[in-house]
Nanobody
Framework: QVQLVESGGGLVQAGGSLRLSCAAS????????MGWFRQAPGKEREFVAA????????KYADSVKGRFTISRDNARDTMYLQMNSLKPEDTAVYYC?????????????????WGQGTQVTVSS
């Protein structure tokens, strides 16, 4: 089992940047596919980005491609999401997730482990 704790959310103006962190504890961090999801008010949770265990494999939602960068530091058991050129439509609660399966992480909302979420608000 793994526990996930997000941090780094906040209020930022459109065009600004934020970096989210997801700290993991428990089983071997490098063994997990990690991902970021978000949920805006009144909307379903959606996939944002995913990264493989070694960090070489990455995938992004079209809506964030070119603006967001996912990374991980396996020595620190931490994953990051660098968010640049933020837009008001990026406003959401951002969740990190962990799973053993790349397909589960990138194609479903059924990842095994989830954090509690961190609020990101982008003002216009």
């Amino acid at each position: 089992q793994v526990q996930l704790v997000e941090s780094g959310g906040g209020l930022v103006q459109a065009g600004g940047s934020l970096r989210l962190s997801c700290a993991a504890s428990g089983r071997t961090f490098s063994g997990y596919v990690m991902g970021w999801f978000r949920q805006a008010p009144g909307k379903e949770r959606e996939f944002v980005a995913a990264i493989g265990g070694a960090g070489a494999l990455r995938k992004y939602a079209d809506s964030v491609k070119g603006r967001f960068t996912i990374s991980r530091d396996n020595a620190r058991d931490t994953m990051y999401l660098q968010m640049n050129s933020l837009k008001p439509e990026d406003t959401a609660v951002y969740y990190c997730a962990a799973d053993y399966s790349w397909l589960t992480m990138t194609s479903t909302l059924g990842s095994a482990y989830w954090g509690q979420g961190t609020q990101v608000t982008v003002s216009s």
